[in-house]
C-alpha cells in the first residue's frame, strides 16, 4: 500500500531565474571531463592513458576498493589530460571528443528471464553502476550488497531545480525498463515519490511502490522520503537513484549503449535566458552558458542546485550526477550595518527585522554572501523547523564534530546523506559547515565500522 | 564609499596579526563581512548571531529606559511620599527622575559594557578567535538585574569573575554552562551579602542615608522595601497600602533595575517570541510552573495545614497568579531562562526546563525568606540539569530507533554466492 505522506517542516526557497520549459540542443562540445571528486570515496586506477582513444562507454578508471567497478569515457575520443592535485591524487580525466562518436555496444538480454547477477554485471562493466547510491554512508552502492529496498525521488522541490517530469518527458520505456532491471536486486520494495500522482512521469511505470509526498522542501530529497516511508536501521542498506540515471540504465539496458546525454536545466538570477538543455555527462558548460547568457561578470557557477552543488569556472565541465546548473551573483561586497537594518531582500527562518515571512510567494535574488560571520552554536530550536526527519540534527551534528562514534550511531547518523542538513546549514545562525560535519562523520563511521 | 574601501584596507593590514580580532570586531560591526560561502550551501539566510543578539537587545531597551525613570521615581517617592493622584507624565516620567535614573543606571550599563568586553577582547587576542557576540545580551541584562546603588567597583569584579569563570573557561560563547549574566548576579548576592540584601538596597540614597543617620544626623531613613521584601515579614497590610496591583504590574515598585515592569517584559517576551528568537515553550511551560507551585502553596492555606504564626504563611497565602508580576520572575522567564546555550536544547527538554524554572522559583521564593528572590537560583540550577533533561529526551529518540531494530531486515553481502554461480556458468 502507498504512502501518503505529508512534510510540515522544511522551506521553501523561491529564488529568481528559474528555467523556462523550452529545451534547446546545446552546441557539441569539444573536450569533455569527469572530476573525480563526483565520486565519493573512490580511489581511482587507471586502465587509459595520457594519448589512448577510447570509445563511448569504455572504461577509463576502476575503482581500487573493487575492481569490477568500472568509470567509463562519456564520450569517445581521445584522453588529452589526467589532471593530478597534492600527491598526486586525480582531479579530472579530459577526453578530446571526436567528430564521429563511436559507442561501446554491449550484449542486451531479455529483462524478464535475466538473472540479477548478469543484470548486475552488465551495470558494473558498462559504467552505470556509479549511478546507483547507497546509504548508509552516501556512497556508490557496494554491489555485494542486498539493499532492503531501492528509493527514487520522482520530483525535486530543491531551490531552482530541474522539473523532473518535464525533462524526462517522453522516456518512460527506459524508466520502465530501468526499473525492472533493478527490481532484481532486492527482495523489498522500489519506492518512488512523487507529487502529482497523475502527471508524474512515473504514473504508468510499473513494479513500483508509488508515494504521494507534498510539503516544503525538503520533501523532494530522498533522504526525507526514505525516513518517513521505511527508514533505515543500523546493518540496512538501501539503494537511492535519480531518475535521469534510471533513463541512462533504461537506454543500456534496450541499446546496449551508454548514452550520457541529459537534459539540464540552467537556471538562477544571472542567467538572461534560463532555461534547459540537451546535452552530456561531462560537457563544457560554456557551450550552452553562453548561449543563454550571462547578465553579470562577477557571478558564481554551481553545478547542481544552490544548496547541495559544488562550485565550477565557466571554463569547467557538467559533473557526473547533476541534472542542474546555476548561476547566481557573488556576494563577496561589505554591507553597512548589515546586521541590524530590517531586510526585505534576503530569506530569512526568523522574523528579527526580516521580512521574508510575509510574503511567501515573493522570489529572492541571493548573493553568495555569508550574511554573517562562523561562530559556535548558539541559538536552539531553530532547526528543528525545518528539518522533517525524525533525528536530532542539533544533537547529530555536535555528535560528528567531537568524533563519537556510538552516538552517531544511536542519533540516526545511518539514515542521512550530507544533503538532507543542507537546509538547517542555510539558515544556520551560526553559519557552521553543516553538510561538511556530515560528510565527515559518514566518512569516519564508514572508516572505522563500514 | 571611501569608509568601505578605508577599513577594507585596514582588514588586509591587520590580517593574520595578533590584534586582528580586535579590530575585525569593529569592523564587523560597521560592515557585514564580505566573507562568500565556499563548499556547502551557496546561499545562506540572512540571520546571524549579531542580528539575534541585537534583538534580543532591543526587547530589553524598554525595561532599561523604565528602569532609568523609576531609579528617580523611586528615589524621590521614598523621600516625599509617594504621589497621591498618580499620573504618568507628571510623576514618572519627567527631568528630574531621568537625571537622577540616567545618572545612577547609566554607569551600570557603561561598566558592565566596558569591563565585559575588555574582557572578551583580550580572550578573542589570546585565543586568535573572533570577538563572539554573546556579551552584548550579557552586558544589557546585568544592569537590569542588579539594585540600582550597586557600587561600580563591585560590579566590576563581579563582570570580570562572570565572564572569565562563567563562560571563558568553558571555552567562550556557545560553550558555557552557566548563564553568565546570573552568575554577575549570583557572585554579586554570595561575594557581598551585607550590601545586597535588606531593605535598603533597593531604592537609589537609601544607604547613604541610613549611614547618615548612624553617624547622627537627624533624618528619616529611606525604606527601599520591596513587595517580596514586605510578605517575607508578614506585613501583608503594609505592602497592600503602599502599592497596588496596578502598580506592581506596571512596574512602579522598587526592585532591581530593569525587573519591575511586568507591563514590558511582557511586551519584550511578546516580541521575542513574534521574531522568534527566544523559545516560546520556555516561557509557557515556566509561567505554568509558577502557577502550579502558586497553586499548591495557595491549597496548602486552603486546607489549614499551616498556621497564620509561621512565617512562611504570607509568601504562601499569597495570590498564585500575584508571583508573576512581583520580583524578578517575569524578567527571569523572558530573558534568562530562555538563553539557548545554558536551556535545553531540545524542544521537549524545554517544556521540562521551563516548567521546573517556574515551579523551583515560587518554592525558593516561598521557604527562603531571608532572601526572597528565587529566580536567579533556580534558573542557574536548571541550566545545571539541562544537559540531563536533553539526555533522556535524547534517549527517546534512541530507544525508538532502537526498538526498530528489532525488525531490520539484514540481507548477508552476495560475494561468495555471486562468485560461485559465475564460476558455475563459466565450467
Redesign the interface.
Known sequence: MSKDIRIKKGLNLNLVGAAEQTTTKSVSSNVYALYLDDFHGITPKMLVREGGEVKAGEPLFYNKGNEEMLFVSPVSGELVEIVRGARRRILTIKILADKEQQYLEHKTFDLSSAEAADIKKLLLVSGCWPFIKQRPYDVIANPDATPKAIFISGFSTSPLAADVDYQLKGKEKELQAAINALAKFTPGKIHVGVSNAQSSVFSGIEGVEKNMVSGPHPAGLVGTQINKINPINKGETVWTISPQDLVIIGELLLTGKFNAERTVALAGSCVKKPKYYTTKIGAEISTFLYASGVNDDNFRLINGDVLTGSTVKPDGYLGFYNTTVCAIPEGDDYELFGWNKPVFNKVSSTRALTFSWLNKNKKYNLDTNTNGEHRAFVVTGRYEEVFPLDIYPLQLLKACMVKDLDEMEQLGLYEVAPEDFSLTEFICISKQPHQKIIREGLDLLYQEIG | MGL?QK??ELKLKYQGKKMAPAFNAFH?????????????????????????M??VIMALVPCLIFGIFNAGYQHYSALNGFPENFSLFEHFINWDNFILGATTVLPLVIVSYGIGLIVEFIFAVIKGH?V???YLVTGMLVPLIVPVDTPLWMLAIAVVFGVVIGKEVF?????NILNPALTIRAFLFFAYPTWMSGDKVWVHGAVERSNEIAAGANLDAISGETVLGFLAQGNTQEMYAKFDLAEMFYGFIPGSVGETSTLLILLGGLFLI????A?W?IMLSAVVGALAMGLIFNGVVEAGWIQDYSKFYELMRFDFWKHLIVGGLAFGIVFMATD??T?S???KG?WIYGFLIGFISVMIRVFNPGYPEGVFLAILLMNVFAPTI?HYV?QG??K???K??K?????????EG?AE??KAETV
Open positions: 568601505k577599513m577594507h564587523t560591526f560597521l560592515f557585514t563581512p564580505d566573507e562568500t560561502t565556499h563548499g556547502g550551501t551557496h546561499v545562506k539566510a540572512v540571520d546571524d548571531l549579531k542580528r539575534t541585537n534583538t573572533e563572539e557576540e554573546g571555552g567562550g560563547t556557545g560553550m513574534f521574531t522568534k528568537i523559545s515553550r539557548p546555550v536551556g536544547q531540545t524542544n524545554k536533553d535524547v529518540n534512541v525508538k530507533r532502537m526498530r531494530l525488525n531490520a531486515t539484514i540481507y548477508p553481502k552476495t560475494t555471486s554461480e559465475l
